[in-house]
């Protein structure tokens, strides 16, 4: 079956494809949105950690190696909707260093950008599709910008229980902006506080892209193909342009979809996996590749948890999985002495079943059965993220396997520096001191495998194509119309969740894109 | 968005339980109840379900009878795609029976050199024992998946039955407060 051309094909429907689907369907081009999962409806999001599994990765794997292999599958997404239709909705921006590392630490990559090229899309995006928060509040931190269209999320026992001992760190914590309906937010729900976000929000409080960009794409005409899996991007003769994707339909039947603008929007792995795969005799290392940069600076947060029980009942299933408190002090770069990289400090969210027995997971047997009484009623958390500088070693590559449609697996090599290990550690320790300073009974460390979370980096933007894949919208440096979106791009991270960037930079570049229509068509 | 209602939303989802076959007929049920009617397992043999009934119990009390068997067989006969497994997550590959019959094999081998014995055969203290070894990866002559791994898989699963159903949060005195709640209490 041939299909007619289409002006833009967006390989993964989840943040950033959905921005993309979104913006250009309203401009009026024809968009079809190829994903290689099944198309989730909001009636499909049971309230289960058990059926919640559906919406992680399925399909080919991603081979893990190095010395802190990313927790991939508790991260990705499958599907329409991708890692989005399960994150937590924490909202928290990059701030103005974030953007300047080389320049001002000698670290890492400068972005082509400045906080200021993104501060009015996070504005845009928070009116777009909510926030809740205190943008106010957030301002000893950061420049002023707009206020959050909602007022900040209810809080509970389980986060105000941990605010005299943030006081004694002197740790000032804020409301968390998270992409969340505090209050009725353009027809969609206030929230109910019941803490299944992770599986999937079905009332419509959270911001997925089902009731967001998703939904409006579709409104405006954009088509979405579930069980699509893309397999190469095509490109003219010449190697000058790219003309359509190689993709496996539901039945496993070979198609081709011509299209005058690609983008990448498949997450931080698979988008080199198929620029490596897409391999000519004109681009022979991968597309966009002449840098020899495509799938390197792979990046993840670190994760310092520190759980505590206390006397009292903490109420700790009630609220969210996103937080209720949130602090950037520990965020300028040398934050802790001897030790480099920010961290974003968070607290309050409520836990489940199972996230009472990973918080203890070395106890087994009738141990494990008391701690479960016991932690259902007095066990409450805090983390902090942390930043890791990009390292090229880090990085994805194709390995010699090949999946069900005979392209080769992403192999995906992950190991943390010394610095981002000293920054855990030192997150670690502090943790532990909040604790006891908030009135803990008992509290310890989540050591042992160092967490990931996130996944960043690999197609990196940068001003050239010899120190970066793409520009600061995404669009390839040698092939015009293949343009690149997703936390990919970004060539730092920061120790901000993600997503809101990945909105606002998706935002960016999709509108460019939109204005530059003519450039890339001729 | 006017037809999203709130708690107690009207579930459109038919995949809140799993089916089990019973006289070649496709029954709903959960997979306590599927131990309780002894329904045949489709790709464990006997040995198999006992053994990892057996690491189950040792690993999360109650999760015999909450059909950890039943459970894994069931969910090790659809497509990976659809299994609910923790094996999901912690990124095991597919084929998932693939790792649990290594992972059967690497404990049964390495009791029968620790204590003479198949692991289901060992008291309660001995299997505890065992168990606590296996997790911090202390096991001489240990082959396959790291005991680790396999510690972490099976106590998930483990959990799952007991602790992440309905039953098991009311068992905890926790609410569920459900959006969407799973049929049959799975």
């Known amino acids: 079956m041939a299909y007619e051309k289409v002006d833009v094909v967006i390989v993964g429907a989840g943040a950033s494809g959905s921005v993309y689907a979104s913006v250009l369907a309203k401009a009026g081009k024809k968009v079809l949105l190829l994903d290689s999962g099944p198309d989730w409806e909001l009636s499909d999001l049971i309230s289960s950690e058990i059926w919640g599994r559906r919406v992680k990765p399925a399909g080919a794997p991603i081979l893990l190696e190095g010395k802190n292999p990313m927790a991939y599958a508790a991260q990705g997404g499958w599907g329409v909707g991708g890692a989005a239709l399960h994150y937590f909705a924490n909202f928290p921006r990059l701030l103005p260093t974030d953007f300047r590392m080389k320049s001002e630490h000698g670290r890492g990559h400068d972005w082509p950008i400045s906080y200021q090229d993104v501060a009015p899309f996070y504005d845009k995006v928070a009116r777009e599709i909510g926030v809740s928060g205190d943008a106010k509040a957030e301002e000893k931190w950061r420049p002023a910008g707009e206020a959050y269209p909602m007022p900040p999320m209810k809080t509970f026992r389980n986060g105000d229980i941990w605010m005299k001992g943030f006081e004694a760190s002197g740790i000032p914590m804020v409301p968390a902006p998270v992409g969340m309906n505090s209050v009725e937010f353009k027809g969609r729900p206030a929230c109910l506080y019941d803490g299944w976000c992770h599986v999937g929000c079905p009332i419509g409080a959270l911001a997925n892209p089902q009731v967001t960009y998703l939904g409006e794409a579709r409104k405006a005409g954009a088509e979405v193909r579930a069980w699509s899996t893309v397999t190469r991007v095509l490109t003219n003769q010449a190697g000058t342009r790219v003309t359509g994707v190689e993709y496996y339909d539901d039945k496993h039947q070979k198609q081709t979809q011509e299209a005058s603008v690609v983008v990448l929007a498949a997450w931080s792995a698979q988008n080199p996996r198929l620029l490596l795969n897409s391999a000519t005799d004109k681009h022979p290392k991968g597309l966009g590749n002449a840098s020899g940069l495509v799938g390197h600076f792979m990046m993840s947060h670190h994760v310092a948890n520190t759980w505590a029980m206390f006397d009292e009942d903490v109420q700790n299933h009630k609220g969210t999985v996103a937080v209720q408190y949130m602090s950037y002090e520990r965020y300028p770069k040398k934050s802790h002495d001897g030790v480099f990289g920010s961290s974003f400090i968070t607290a309050g969210f409520a836990v489940k079943t199972a996230d009472l027995a990973n918080s203890r997971a070395d106890l087994y047997g009738p141990e494990l059965a008391d701690y479960m009484k016991r932690a259902a009623r007095n066990l409450a958390g805090i983390k902090a993220f942390g930043e890791e500088q990009p390292n090229m070693e880090n990085r994805v590559e194709l390995a010699s396997e090949k999946d069900a449609f005979g392209m080769p697996l992403g192999r995906l090599t992950h190991s943390f520096d010394s610095d981002a290990v000293a920054l855990w550690n030192a997150n670690l320790e502090e943790g532990l001191r909040i604790a006891k300073a908030s009135g803990a009974k008992e509290a310890w460390s989540a050591r042992g495998t160092m967490p990931t979370s996130h996944l960043l980096g690999g197609t990196i933007m940068g001003t050239s194509a010899t120190n970066s894949v793409v520009d600061s919208y995404g669009q390839s440096h040698e092939i015009p119309n293949l343009w690149v979106a997703g936390p990919g791009i970004f060539p730092t991270e920061g120790a901000s969740n993600p997503t809101f960037t990945i909105f606002a930079l998706s935002q960016r570049g999709a509108e460019r894109m939109a204005s530059q229509w003519g450039t890339l068509t001729n | ?186």
């Open chain 2, 1 to 186: 968005m006017a037809n999203i209602g709130r708690r107690g939303f009207v579930k459109g989802a038919t995949l809140g339980v799993l089916a089990f076959t019973v006289g070649g007929v496709e029954v709903i049920m959960a997979p306590g109840e599927a131990r309780a009617r002894n329904v045949p397992f489709r790709l464990l043999d006997a040995h198999q379900a006992e053994t990892l009934e057996s690491l189950g119990e040792t690993l999360v009390p109650q999760a015999r009878e909450a059909g950890i068997a039943h459970y894994i067989d069931q969910q090790l006969s659809v497509p990976p795609h659809e299994a609910l497994l923790q094996a999901r997550i912690f990124n095991v590959r597919p084929p998932f029976a693939d790792f649990y019959r290594t992972a059967i094999i690497s404990v049964d081998e390495s009791s029968r050199r620790m204590f003479g014995r198949d692991f289901a055969q060992l008291s309660a203290t001995d299997q505890r024992e065992f168990v606590g070894r296996m997790r911090q990866n202390k096991i001489e002559g240990w082959t396959g998946r790291p005991g680790a791994a396999v510690y972490g898989v099976l106590r998930a699963d483990a959990v799952d039955v007991v602790y992440g159903t309905m039953e098991g949060y009311e068992a905890l005195g926790i609410p569920y407060m459900a959006h969407i709640p799973p049929e049959k209490r799975w």
